[in-house]
């Protein structure tokens, strides 16, 4: 590896503020406040608006979309224009 050309990389806590979510990881991102982990060291911490214990794949409470409702919303805003007519 070239000295000096890489960027600092560094224990981050990335926090969920939506799920209550926080883990400790490194990155090369960087932020101006820092929170006091479990080890007792204090480390910048991220917030981020989707974790895996927030987003609806990993919690399994994934939306089914109306699918139908979307083709009758489809036909009513743009009618037969759809086809080529």
Do not use: C
Request: proline share 5%.
């Amino acid at each position: 590896m070239n000295q000096g050309i890489h960027p600092d990389y560094h224990p981050v806590v990335f926090r969920d503020r939506s799920a209550g979510f926080a883990f400790l990881t490194r990155s090369t991102a960087t932020s101006e406040r820092t929170i006091a982990w479990e080890d007792g060291n204090t480390y910048p911490v991220v917030d981020v608006e989707v974790s895996s214990a927030s987003h609806p794949f990993y919690t399994g409470q994934a939306r089914v979309l109306d699918s139908a409702g979307r083709v009758e919303q489809f036909r009513r805003r743009y009618g037969d224009k759809a086809k080529g007519a």
